[in-house]
């Protein structure tokens, strides 16, 4: 998998809402019920489970939606592999090498979790959107990069933290991340599912930033 990086770009709700300004006539209802409807679908045919969702939608920007929906209200973010590699990233901070060597080994790991129990971080989230949509025939691509959050500070990372989706529609890049859209970790570390849409095709460009 071609892994890109796109460093410092940051999410926020004050980034221009791109879905607004050019798919504001596009009603998203239909495929957002699709996505309910499927509701529960296992990931064992992910061909199987791209056509519930999209072969009944017209448009490539509304079976993205159907996607997106689907993955934000089924896949729970998982607290135990965020911490997990929290920890080596500080334990191995000095030792790059080893931490890819180990984030390697444990990516094998956390997609079958994914597959078998709906659970997983920023990469599985990014990973599973970008499947589906390219079982959809629509161009898609996992970005790496710095995530702010409440417990991070972007001046003192020294390596990439989140990872989210580019995809392509009508010939103009969006960005997209289905991790803050899917909800947040509270205090506890549990998972409080929260769909915001904010972070849904949330930041245009009509550059191609990603290569």
Same mark, same amino acid.
């Given at each position: 998998?071609?892994?890109?990086?796109? *460093?410092? *770009?940051?999410?926020?709700?004050?980034?221009?809402?791109?879905?607004? #300004?050019?798919?504001?006539? &596009?009603?998203f209802t239909k495929a957002d019920n699709i996505a309910k409807?499927?509701?529960?679908?296992? =990931?064992?045919?992910?061909? =199987?489970?791209?056509?519930?969702?999209?072969? !009944? =939608?017209?448009?490539?920007?509304?079976?993205?939606?159907?996607?997106?929906?689907?993955?934000?209200?089924? &896949?729970? %973010?998982?607290?135990?592999?965020?911490?997990?590699?929290?920890?080596?990233?500080?334990?191995?901070?000095?030792?790059? /090498? #080893?931490?890819?060597?180990?984030?390697?080994?444990?990516? !094998?790991?956390?997609?079958?979790?994914? *597959?078998?129990?709906? !659970?997983?971080?920023?990469? %599985?989230?990014?990973?599973? &959107?970008?499947?589906?949509?390219? =079982? #959809?025939?629509?161009?898609?691509?996992?970005?790496?990069?710095? %995530?702010?959050?409440?417990?991070?500070? &972007?001046?003192?990372?020294?390596?990439?933290?989140?990872?989210?989706?580019?995809?392509? /529609?009508?010939?103009?890049?969006?960005?997209?991340?289905?991790?803050?859209?899917? %909800?947040y970790l509270d205090g506890n570390s549990k998972f409080i599912?929260?769909?915001?849409?904010?972070?849904? /095709?949330? *930041?245009?460009?009509?550059?191609?930033?990603?290569?």
């Open positions: 998998m071609k892994k890109l990086y796109l *460093l410092f *770009l940051l999410f926020s709700l004050n980034i221009i809402n791109a879905q607004i #300004a050019d798919f504001k006539n &596009i009603n409807l499927n509701q529960g679908e296992d =990931l064992e045919n992910l061909p =199987l489970l791209c056509y519930k969702l999209t072969s !009944k =939608l017209p448009t490539k920007v509304e079976k993205f939606r159907a996607i997106y929906t689907w993955v934000c209200l089924n &896949i729970t %973010g998982d607290s135990n592999q965020n911490n997990a590699v929290s920890r080596m990233r500080k334990k191995l901070k000095n030792d790059r /090498l #080893a931490l890819v060597k180990w984030n390697s080994i444990y990516k !094998k790991k956390a997609f079958k979790k994914l *597959l078998k129990h709906h !659970k997983t971080m920023c990469t %599985g989230y990014a990973y599973l &959107i970008k499947e589906l949509a390219y =079982l #959809a025939d629509i161009e898609c691509k996992i970005i790496d990069g710095y %995530g702010r959050t409440i417990n991070t500070n &972007i001046d003192s990372l020294e390596s990439v933290n989140h990872s989210w989706n580019a995809v392509k /529609l009508n010939n103009k890049w969006y960005l997209c991340d289905a991790t803050w859209s899917s %909800g599912a929260d769909y915001n849409d904010g972070y849904f /095709l949330s *930041l245009s460009f009509t550059k191609k930033m990603v290569t």
